[in-house]
């Protein structure tokens, strides 16, 4: 499993990282946004295209509200390549995933998202695992830098069960 990997060789210093909607309504479902900017070594960015899949009008102020606290980042596709990468992407992805990728795979981005399926293999072939995070990895990251509990980080896996979100382990004691 890729969790165990992740804390113990954090990414570059300010390693980029786009946020799909899946990660963001995650961390918000925990009421954790803020986590994201106290990661040390990362800068999670979010695509104009993952902006307007957050529909829930209290999920967009909290979004908006972690991009004036400097949380997060905004930024858009302006590159040609880019442009051209996510057209070719988006025959197959939504626009959300397309941008991601198309952005990753340009910028030397990495990508924080727990969709499977066509998009993690595509990010798997594109970028390769070392450059796609989870919901979990992240909760990992923040326990091993000291930011978190294991018990702390065990209280937010329940709460995303309890919003449909199961992993697979028991508690993040076991990558420790």
Partial sequence: MAIKQRGSDLQKENQFTLVDAN???NFIHI??????????????????????????????????KAIQN???EQTVITD??????YAEFHKTLGQEESACLAISVNRDFSIASDEKGVFRRLVLKKIGQRRLLTTPDLILVAVRTKLISVAQADKLKAKLEAHRYKMKFQSFKEFL
Avoid: N
């Fill in 23 to 25: 990660v963001l309504i």
């Fill in 31 to 64: 009421d954790q946004l803020d986590l994201l900017g106290k990661l040390k070594g990362y800068r999670f960015v979010i695509p104009e295209h993952v902006e307007v899949e957050i529909t829930s009008k209290d999920q967009a102020a909290l979004l908006k």
């Fill in 70 to 72: 400097g949380f997060l």
């Fill in 80 to 85: 040609t390549k880019e442009m051209a990468d």
